[in-house]
């Protein structure tokens, strides 16, 4: 009788295992995909895991980053982090198939939470799966972000089953999925998830109300919230350590009124709205979720020899020119930036969601349809402009994130949820054969129309031209070729999304009109579901972006500028100016550099390099140690260039400029002889500290050690001075200490740190010292504790209650 309970679930599994290995089956070969984003984290992450490897301890800052940085949001394991063995038990095969196995896994128990049969779970866990946009993030690197929405179902399932009344299963697997929600690190996902939840919430409350159980709600809310704080209490140090750099980051509010050419602008919280808005989807590219190449696919595609753009080149300049060119054809006529592929989520799912809002009855209908509706209007950002603006105005945190296109991520998850549900529904023997004909009829014509509708408008109100088109007005008639195929683009597309509703209507028809069983239908519909998925994903990402481990692992060769300057052993900083500095992790695979790759960079640092190095500032660049130069020559390969100016490690000056505003201060960097003067912002001053001091011409200060967390000098002087280091500040958890006692130091020269140093020989430390993760583990692991202790209680008292109804009957 077990082993026919557990059978499904085993059957579930091994299909997941199996789907996630064989779309990615380079690595069964130990291949590995290459991605973008994590080969300039291998360069930004390298000193930090050497630190873990040699010293078996983290050590939460890097200096081989934008001059340096806490290392929170780019590699750090955290005390009690019990969390990341539960994650890793979970993602045991090769990446990126552990996260596709996850996507799977998560959504199948969301739909056990959902009394869905397994047959149909899995068809549903499949779809969610193989969805375009939940495959394609892989080839940026997005990692994070498809962790946290693997487990964003996993974290519905443990609602509803508290809104089912089932408290104990609903509380542990709430509080548990919610500390693997936020362990993901990616807030922004986490965020959206937020509002997923509180739709749900606002449906459940109405509902409540019309059936006067309120009091029931507010118990059900409380055990959810419960669940929520000690799933988020388990992420403490992780949570705590972000918010705390989140203030000093871009994300963060920017002191300056000014902007880099002096003109003046608002103070800001939070990020630009242009810069917000950048990646937001039109409301006609919306069209893309259903029809896969509606607006030309991704930024750019291959096109075949049948293609205008192919016989045009071909007809001009020959077979293999034409080959060449048409491997990377600018097809996208979108406004974005750049996209990898379309969001693709399926004709076929999306046909079951439309047969969903006919047949389905009930809150969790409406719950998913308002779900799918809101995420797709706030995706539309600076299209849809009056919401948008008040969302980044008024609604908290909405203003810290980007891309506000992959808010669409709700509509990712709602929709196949309501499909599922559909068959469930049209599969279930109690609902009358005329209202289940009467639904699929209305779904086919009303979906199949609104497919027609989209090629019609963008026949009617778009020119097919793209933002990028002016790369072909060099060859007459081939942006006229690139037009004509991104309109036959969109004629098949469109075609190809039509006929899978029909085929998909056709087969719900027949087993309507018990032409085939229920078993046949079902396979049939996950053979059109997989076919509608992965072909179009395949398009994207294939086994041609895998690559050999030891490629992937270590993606940069060493240069013989980079071999030049390794031979210095001492400590210093490069600027590689071969590339932008700002989006650059690779130089700091090999040196200390003052660039980096990293979306929330320190606020002050990227002011710095926005006001001061982008103007070629060369005594900024000296503060900041910059020994070292990586330029093209004249044949555009990278040499290394001596620069003997640097200022050092650390420095005495003559005398510290007292400016009163961050605007006077960066201003004030314009002119600074960096090596005689520091300048200071004494409003931030705690007290009346004293900076008048007599220069002493034959003091000496040195750097003896650099270990990361730890750095080592040694001062002579006659008189009390003020030395500048060529560290960044950072007052959450770096301390100064003169023989061993703690020193206050100050931030000087917009980003550095100053202190005074008083007469004689001394030993100077600096130590960073986070007390952030200290309190951040005491306060996870009593989290871990009430979420046991809370479980087992509540088990005991259920048991307890059982008992004595047993006594009473």
């Not at 996630?20 to 895991?49: C, N, R, W």
């Not at 650059?584 to 790759?597: E, K, L, V």
Request: aromatic residues 14%; positive net charge.
């Amino acid at each position: 009788m077990k082993l026919k309970k557990i059978f499904p679930y085993t059957i579930a599994v091994f299909v997941f295992i199996v789907a996630a290995v064989l779309y990615f089956h380079p690595v069964l070969k130990g291949q590995k995909i290459v991605q973008s984003d994590i080969t300039q984290f291998t360069g930004m992450a390298k000193e930090i895991k050497d630190y873990r490897i040699d010293k078996n301890k983290e050590p939460y800052w890097t200096g081989a980053s934008f001059s340096g940085m806490p290392a929170y949001q780019i590699s750090a394991y955290y005390p009690y982090d019990f969390v990341r063995t539960l994650d890793r038990t979970f993602r045991f095969l090769p990446r990126p198939a552990d996260y596709t196995f996850l996507y799977f896994l998560s959504f199948f128990v969301l739909m056990m939470a959902l009394k869905v049969s397994w047959r149909l779970a899995i068809l549903g866990a499949l779809s969610f799966g193989f969805s375009t946009y939940l495959i394609i993030i892989f080839i940026p690197g997005h990692n994070a972000k498809a962790h946290a929405i693997a487990y964003m179902p996993l974290v519905l399932a443990g609602v509803l089953w508290v809104f089912q009344r089932k408290y104990v299963l609903g509380f542990i697997v709430t509080g548990v999925a919610m500390a693997l929600e936020i362990y993901t690190n990616h807030i922004q996902m986490t965020y959206y998830l937020g509002f997923c939840l509180l739709i749900l919430g606002i449906v459940e409350f109405i509902n409540a109300i019309k059936k006067q159980t309120l009091t029931k709600f507010l118990k059900q809310a409380a055990v959810i919230m419960a669940a929520v704080i000690l799933g988020i209490g388990a992420n403490a140090p992780r949570l705590m350590a972000m918010k705390e750099y989140a203030d000093f980051s871009t994300r963060g509010k920017s002191e300056l009124t000014i902007n880099p050419d002096g003109t003046e602008k608002k103070a800001t919280k939070g990020l630009d709205k242009a810069y917000i808005t950048q990646y937001s989807y039109a409301k006609l590219e919306t069209f893309n979720l259903f029809v896969p190449r509606f607006m030309g696919g991704g930024t750019t595609e291959e096109l075949n020899e049948n293609s205008n753009f192919y016989q045009l080149i071909e007809k001009r300049a020959g077979k293999k020119v034409a080959d060449d060119y048409s491997k990377q054809v600018l097809t996208y006529w979108g406004d974005q930036p750049i996209i990898e592929a379309p969001a693709y989520i399926g004709a076929v799912i999306f046909f079951l969601f439309f047969l969903g809002i006919f047949l389905v009855k009930g809150k969790l209908k409406q719950w998913l349809v308002a779900a799918t509706v809101f995420s797709i209007v706030l995706s539309w950002g600076r299209n849809f402009e009056g919401l948008t603006n008040f969302f980044i105005d008024y609604i908290p945190l909405y203003n810290k994130f980007r891309a506000v296109s992959s808010i669409q991520v709700i509509a990712e998850l709602c929709v196949p949820i309501l499909g599922v549900l559909a068959l469930k529904a049209f599969f279930n023997s109690d609902i009358a054969q005329q209202k289940k004909l009467k639904a699929l009829q209305n779904s086919v014509f009303s979906f199949g129309g609104l497919i027609i509708v989209g090629f019609l408008l963008a026949h009617s109100f778009s020119t097919f031209e793209g933002i990028r088109d002016a790369n072909y007005n060099d060859l007459p008639g081939l942006l006229d070729a690139v037009i004509a195929d991104r309109k036959s683009m969109l004629l098949m597309d469109t075609l190809r999304s039509l006929v899978l509703v029909i085929v998909s209507g056709a087969v719900l028809w027949m087993f309507l009109n018990q032409k085939i069983k229920k078993p046949i239908a079902i396979i049939g519909l996950g053979v059109l579901l997989l076919f509608d998925l992965i072909s179009v994903d395949k398009k994207y990402v294939s086994e041609a972006d895998f690559k050999s481990s030891r490629r992937v692992e270590k993606p940069f060769i060493v240069s013989e500028a980079d071999k030049q300057i390794l031979k210095d052993k001492s400590h210093f900083r490069v600027g590689n100016f071969t590339t932008d500095p700002m989006q650059d992790g690779a130089t700091s695979y090999f040196h200390q550099s003052i660039g980096g790759y990293h979306a929330a960079k320190m606020g002050r640092y990227s002011e710095l390099f926005d006001y001061q190095i982008a103007k070629n500032n060369m005594q900024v660049l000296n503060m900041l140690n910059t020994k070292y130069f990586i330029v093209p020559d004249k044949n555009g390969a990278k040499q290394a260039q001596l620069n003997p100016d640097a200022n050092g490690n650390a420095w005495f000056v003559d005398r510290v400029k007292l400016v009163n505003s961050a605007n006077k201060e960066i201003q004030a960097l314009d002119s600074l002889n960096t090596k005689t003067t520091a300048v200071l912002d004494k409003s931030k001053l705690s007290e009346n500290a004293n900076f008048i001091f007599q220069k002493d011409s034959t003091a000496t200060i040195k750097l003896l050690n650099y270990d990361v967390t730890t750095l080592n000098y040694q001062s002579k002087t006659q008189k009390e001075q003020f030395a500048v280091f060529s560290e960044i500040y950072y007052r959450d958890g770096w301390n100064a200490y003169i023989d061993d006692k703690l020193a206050p130091h100050f931030r000087v020269n917009y980003v550095l740190r100053g202190l005074r140093i008083p007469a004689g020989e001394h030993e100077i430390v600096f130590k960073f010292e986070p007390k952030v993760i200290q309190t951040g583990s005491y306060i996870a692991l009593s989290s871990y504790a009430v979420l046991l202790l809370v479980a087992i209680g509540w088990v005991f008292y259920d048991e307890k209650e059982k008992r004595k109804l047993k006594k009473n009957v």
